[in-house]
């Protein structure tokens, strides 16, 4: 069974303050806004603003091997928390 995105949105906060934002749809990252270049790459690197570097990073980040869609589920449904970053979170809205 292939879990699918249909169109969410992510918003990568530190301490509330908007940091970097994307569109994530099945395999495919788009809308990628920054609004804090120093910020953002230390998040998400630049080289991993893409589906499979996004997917990589958050199993990383959270110590696990979900894929991509299942990761996005929990982080809806439990939030989101790494102690590698203590002050990110992670929004999701559908679009």
Known sequence: MTNTINGQKLTFLI???PVLSL??????V???QVESDFDADIILPKAKRNYNGLERHL????????????????IKEKGFSTPIHYNLR????DC
Not at 59 to 74: F, R, V
Not at 90 to 93: A, K, N, R, Y
């Open 90 to 93: 992670i929004d999701i809205t």
């Open 30 to 32: 788009t809308d990628i």
């Open 59 to 74: 199993q990383y980040l959270l110590a696990t091997k979900k894929s991509l869609p299942e990761i996005l589920d929990q």
């Open 23 to 28: 569109m994530v749809t099945d395999e495919i």
């Open 15 to 17: 301490s509330d303050d």
